[in-house]
């Protein structure tokens, strides 16, 4: 098991009590890290270093109502 697998795991079992196989836990991953990827880079075409913070939020908000 790769580490972000292990991550995955990690954040299923102690935040969320769920268990799930290797297989879809190497699924999840991938799917977090393809997520992760696209919000950082919508964030990045948005957002500067010295934006508020709420500004982060303001925005994700605005794309999931579009």
């Known amino acids: 098991m790769d580490e972000k697998t292990k ?3 990690g954040i299923a079992t ?11 836990l190497a699924e999840l991953a991938t799917e977090v890290e ?3 990827d696209a919000v950082r880079k919508a964030a990045a075409a948005r957002l500067t270093f ?8 303001s925005i994700m908000a605005k794309e999931a109502r579009s």
């Open 7 to 9: 991550t995955a795991a």
């Open 14 to 24: 102690g935040l969320q009590g769920m268990k799930y196989d290797d297989v879809r």
């Open 50 to 57: 010295d934006d508020d913070p709420a500004a982060f939020a």
């Open 34 to 36: 393809i997520l992760n």
